[in-house]
């Protein structure tokens, strides 16, 4: 038991992570495009 709650444990943490690291890329495109508009505008 305490072996798979361990597990469950570790990829639910991994599973999130990811999840965060996703988002960040997301963001991080998404401000960049914000920049590129930015200057074609200026």
């Known amino acids: 038991?305490?072996?798979t709650l361990a597990a469950l444990a570790v990829t639910a943490l991994?599973?999130?992570n990811t999840a965060n690291a996703q988002a960040?890329?997301?963001a991080?495109?998404?401000t960049s495009k914000m920049q590129y508009f930015n200057f074609d505008e200026m």
């Open 14 to 16: 991994f599973a999130s």
């Open 24 to 26: 960040n890329i997301i």
């Open 1 to 3: 038991m305490k072996n």
């Open 28 to 30: 991080s495109v998404a």
